[in-house]
């Protein structure tokens, strides 16, 4: 089965002068004010690596940090914006899932929408970056943080040990459709740790090809079957699972559409699916917005969102 392909809108700049980029950056800093726009021009225009280059350079060049002006220089969603952009993603994604669970509650969707749409290497790098940045494991976090099915789920996409074989064995997937039909829709209550087992070891394409032969048995869809027989976080996790291997970007983009729909916007939500995705599938998350709600995700954005945040998250996002 060939792999899905997906495409992220900030691409590599061609002409890129880490140099030239780090004296934009100082000049846009230095004195009284601030010029957001030629901040923008450089940091959404670049990609993470790139970024990451100019940060070095910055401080070769000038003898300070670059996020610490940043913070000092911007503020509101804008800075939180922007300074998201200028880490690695691996340890943006640790960032995320550390506020996320400490102090007072937890922000499950934070933990779902993380755990549950990261390939092996994503997760391995951010379980990593995780331990060097605040000296704390990631799983015993989680472990402390959650509770339940939800709990062992999340404690076994942290192994980071998915198969991620494209060959699909279509015996198998008849097999475990029909394993996963006696353990939901056939069966008095849910045997969680069936669906555990399989949603979160198997490859995406298997887990589609599965999920086909279900919807045969079952006469409805496994997203159906999961609304029906599960609740709470763990129904959210599992259906974030599923929905990953039909078609992520349908994720994705409804993730977007619950930031931003209704009375106020989940800022935090916004930037994170922003940043996260500009280099991955945002292309495709965008499509699928377009035809899933009618209107471009820049449009939502622009009419969400204002000031140099707005003007940042648009020209990351870029035209339809």
């Known amino acids: 089965m060939a792999q899905a392909q997906y495409h992220g809108t900030v691409q590599p700049a061609a002409q890129f002068n880490s140099e030239a980029d780090a004296a934009a950056l100082r000049k846009a800093m230095k004195g009284l004010g601030t010029d957001e726009a030629a901040i923008i021009n450089v940091i959404a225009h670049r990609n993470n690596a790139q970024r990451q280059e100019i940060k070095l350079k910055y401080k070769l060049l000038h003898g300070s940090d670059l996020i610490e002006d940043l913070h000092s220089d911007l503020g509101g969603h804008f800075r939180t914006a922007a300074l998201a952009l200028m880490e690695t993603k691996a340890v943006y994604d640790a960032h995320c899932l550390r506020n996320a669970m400490k102090g007072l509650g937890t922000d499950e969707n934070v933990l779902i929408e993380t755990l549950a749409t990261q390939t092996n290497q994503e997760i391995k790098d951010t379980v990593a970056a995780y331990s060097t940045v605040f000296k704390r494991n990631l799983e015993q976090d989680v472990v402390s943080e959650t509770s339940g099915n939800f709990k062992k789920l999340l404690v076994s996409l942290c192994q980071g040990a998915r198969d991620e074989s494209l060959a699909v064995d279509h015996e198998k997937a008849k097999r475990e459709a029909q394993e996963l039909y006696e353990a ?28 086909e032969e279900y919807a045969k048995i079952a006469k409805r869809d496994i997203l159906s079957s999961i609304d029906r027989e599960m609740s709470g976080d763990v129904k959210s996790a599992f259906k974030a699972v599923a929905q990953c291997a039909y078609n992520r970007p349908v994720y994705f983009a409804e993730r977007l559409h619950h930031s931003m729909k209704g009375l106020g916007t989940d800022d935090d939500a916004l930037i994170r699916l922003v940043v996260s995705r ?16 009618g209107k471009t995700l820049s449009s939502w954005i622009e009419a969400d969102v204002s000031g140099d945040y707005r003007k940042l998250l648009v020209a990351i996002v870029g035209p339809n």
């Open 278 to 293: 500009s280099e991955i599938d945002l292309a495709e998350i965008k499509q699928v917005f377009l035809a899933s709600y």
């Open 184 to 211: 939901g829709e056939k069966h008095w209550g849910t045997d969680e740790s069936k669906f555990n087992f399989i949603i979160a070891s198997r490859s995406l394409p298997q887990l589609k090809a599965t999920f």
